[in-house]
C-alpha cells in the first residue's frame, strides 16, 4: 500500500513543478527582451563614444575651432545682413569665406566625420542621447555659422552636409527625472 500513496505525492510534485516552469517562463521572457534591448542599447551608445574619440583623437576639434573663429571675425558683416535680413548676402559670405583653401578643407574634414555621425543615429545604430550631449554643439555651431552655404551645395539624392544637419538638429534628451 505505500505504493499507492506515493503515487500521488509524485502528481502534486510533478504538478507543482509544471507550474513552477510555467511561471519561470513567463517571468523569463520579459527579463531576457530586457536584457536584450539593453544590450542594444549599450552597443548604440558604445558605438557614439567611439565617433566621440575619433573626433578628439584627430585634427577635428581644431578645425571647428578654425571654422568658428573664421565666423567669428566676421561678425559686424553678419549682424549688419542679418539686420537688413539679406540672406543672400549672408549665403554669398559663407561662400567666400570657403574659398579660403584652409577653412574649405576643415570643413570638408567635419563634413565627413558628421555625415558617419548623422547616418549612424538616423538608422539607429548610434544612440542619438549620446550624440547630442557628446557632439551635437559643435554641429550647432557648424551649421548656424555655413547652414546656408551648406544647403546651396546640397543636392537631391545625396549625403552631401546630411549628417551634420541630423547631429545638430537633434532634440535635447529626456532626463530620466523629469518624467515624474
Known amino acids: 500500500m505505500a505504493k499507492s500513496d506515493d503515487h500521488p505525492l509524485r502528481d502534486k510534485i510533478g504538478e507543482i ?3 513552477l516552469v510555467s511561471i519561470a517562463t513567463i517571468v523569463g521572457i520579459p527579463v531576457a527582451l530586457y536584457g ?8 548604440r551608445i558604445n558605438r557614439t563614444y ?3 574619440k575619433q573626433y578628439h583623437d584627430g585634427q577635428l ?14 561678425s559686424d558683416a553678419v549682424k549688419q545682413l542679418l539686420a537688413k535680413q539679406d ?3 549672408l549665403s554669398k ?3 567666400a569665406l570657403v ?14 566625420f558628421y555625415d558617419g555621425v ?18 551635437h554643439f559643435q554641429a550647432y555651431q557648424i551649421t548656424s555659422a555655413y547652414g546656408g552655404y551648406l544647403t546651396d551645395n546640397q543636392t537631391l539624392g545625396t549625403p552631401f552636409a546630411r549628417g551634420i544637419f541630423t547631429v545638430a538638429h537633434l532634440p535635447e534628451p529626456k532626463a530620466w527625472w523629469r518624467l515624474f
Not at 62 to 72: G, H, I, P, R, S
Not at 104 to 110: C, D, K, M, S
Not at 123 to 129: I, K, P, T, V, Y
Request: aromatic share 14%; with cysteine.
Open 61 to 74: 576639434p581644431l578645425d571647428v575651432n578654425m571654422l568658428v573663429k573664421a565666423w567669428n571675425e566676421k
Open 50 to 52: 567611439d565617433y566621440y
Open 118 to 135: 548623422g547616418t549612424c543615429v538616423a538608422n539607429w545604430l548610434c544612440d542619438g542621447d549620446t550624440a547630442y550631449n557628446l557632439l
Open 17 to 19: 513543478l509544471s507550474y
Open 36 to 43: 536584450y534591448f539593453q544590450t542594444k542599447q549599450e552597443d
Open 93 to 95: 559670405l559663407q561662400a
Open 87 to 89: 540672406y543672400d548676402g
Open 99 to 112: 574659398q579660403d583653401a584652409g577653412i574649405n578643407a576643415a570643413l570638408a574634414r567635419v563634413l565627413v
